[in-house]
């Protein structure tokens, strides 16, 4: 494995841009800075909707439909924002919605703006979106930057363990920000 940097990095953020700046935002901002391209794809989903989350779905919706980031702090040059059109991974029929339509379309979106199969992950979010996206990109490498306790979330997906097992079996390097 090469110790320098792909032209292209996709990051699959488990948060939206628009939200309090995270190390998603500041690894996406240094490394455009270092001459990459790189492709922020916002929260894809973890678990199910609830009425609270309707202004979010709503500011999603509007951005896709106008093409507008939404984003408070604009992404600084080389950081291409794409607002994904994708339902939450929390049950049969949404999972089989997102793998028939909405993952092919959102890499459809992803390398018609110029990403190409080679390109790194950095992925935050151990679902069932993630890994589509993981497969159908054909990424050089994976980087699985788990910097959130998810089994520790009030309502994670059934089926988390599978999903991170999966993850980490397809990374290449693993982050963490805690032992646990």
Known sequence: ???????QILILASIDWGAAWQRHQAVASALAAGGRQVYFVENTG????????????LGRL?????GDSGAGTPPPE??????????????????ALNAAFFVP???ARLRALGLEPGADILA????????RLVDAAAPDRVIYDCVDNFYGH???PA?????????????DIVLTTSRY
Not at 46 to 57: H, I, T
Not at 124 to 131: G, S
Not at 159 to 171: F, I, N, P, T, V
């Open 159 to 171: 089926d988390l363990a599978q999903s991170e097992a999966a993850l980490l079996e397809r990374a």
């Open 78 to 95: 080389g950081v291409t924002l794409l607002s994904p059109f994708v339902l939450p991974p929390t049950c049969g029929l949404f999972r």
């Open 46 to 57: 973890f678990r199910g909707l609830r009425l609270s989350d309707l202004p979010r779905v």
């Open 62 to 66: 509007r951005r896709l439909t106008r």
């Open 124 to 131: 935050y979010l151990p679902t069932d979106t993630t890994l």
């Open 154 to 156: 009030p309502t994670p």
């Open 105 to 107: 379309a959102l890499l």
């Open 1 to 7: 494995m090469s110790e320098e940097l792909p032209e």
